[in-house]
Nanobody
C-alpha cells in the first residue's frame, strides 16, 4: 500500500488549498480514508475522514472550512481547505484504514502566513 500526498504550499491567511492523496494497493472506496495533521511541537491530530459509502467526519476546528472528498476512478482522496488560518500550518498526512492494517502517507507541508 502506498499513499502519495501532494498539494501543500505557502498560502496567505484566508486563502485556499486543495490537498490530494493518491492511493495504490488499497481502494479509497469501501475503506476509511482520513487526513491528519501535525503542527510543529504538537501531536498529530485528526482533521477529516471519508468512510465507506461516503459519510464524512471533521474535527471541530475545521468543520465548515474544510471538505474531504474522493474520486473513485482515480483512487484518490482530497482535502479542500478554505479560509485558512495560521493555526492550520502543519504537515498534513493521509491515512488508510483497511482490513489488513493502517497505512500512512509521507505528508505534505501547509504553511499559512502573510
Amino acid at each position: 500500500v502506498q499513499l502519495q500526498a501532494s498539494g501543500g504550499g505557502l498560502v496567505q491567511p484566508g486563502g485556499s488549498l486543495r490537498l490530494s492523496c493518491a492511493a495504490s494497493g488499497i481502494r479509497v472506496s469501501g475503506n476509511t480514508m482520513s487526513w491528519y495533521r501535525q503542527a510543529p511541537g504538537k501531536q498529530r491530530e485528526f482533521v477529516a475522514a471519508i468512510i465507506g459509502a461516503g459519510a464524512t467526519n471533521y474535527a471541530d476546528s475545521v468543520r465548515g472550512r474544510f471538505t474531504v472528498s474522493r474520486e473513485i476512478a482515480k483512487n484518490t482522496i482530497y482535502l479542500r481547505m478554505n479560509s485558512l488560518k495560521s493555526e492550520d500550518t502543519a504537515v498534513y498526512y493521509c491515512k488508510a484504514l483497511g482490513a489488513r492494517g493502517t497505512y500512512w502517507g509521507q505528508g505534505t507541508l501547509v504553511t499559512v502566513s502573510s
